[in-house]
């Protein structure tokens, strides 16, 4: 795993979060969830994590999939 980088929710994220991650991410963002992104690499593909619960990724057909932690 490589580790990216950290975003406060609601700001710009930087630009090394992939294009394809953007709209989930703002997708996300709308519920009103507040703290902040890890952006890690892991396969070659980048996964978002919200520490309010919540992680966006790249599926291996390329689609972001967001969706909630589970236990």
Do not use: N, Y
């Not at 490589?2 to 703002?26: D, K, M, Y």
């Not at 009103?32 to 057909?61: K, N, P, Y």
């Amino acid at each position: 795993m490589q580790l990216g980088t950290r975003w406060a929710a609601g700001s710009e994220a930087p630009a090394s979060v992939p294009a394809s991650l953007r709209p989930a991410i703002a997708a996300v963002e709308a519920k009103g969830l507040t703290g902040h992104w890890t952006l890690t690499w892991l396969e070659g593909r980048a996964i978002a994590e919200l520490d309010a619960g919540w992680e966006v990724f790249q599926a291996a057909s390329g689609e972001a999939v967001a969706r909630p932690f589970t236990d």
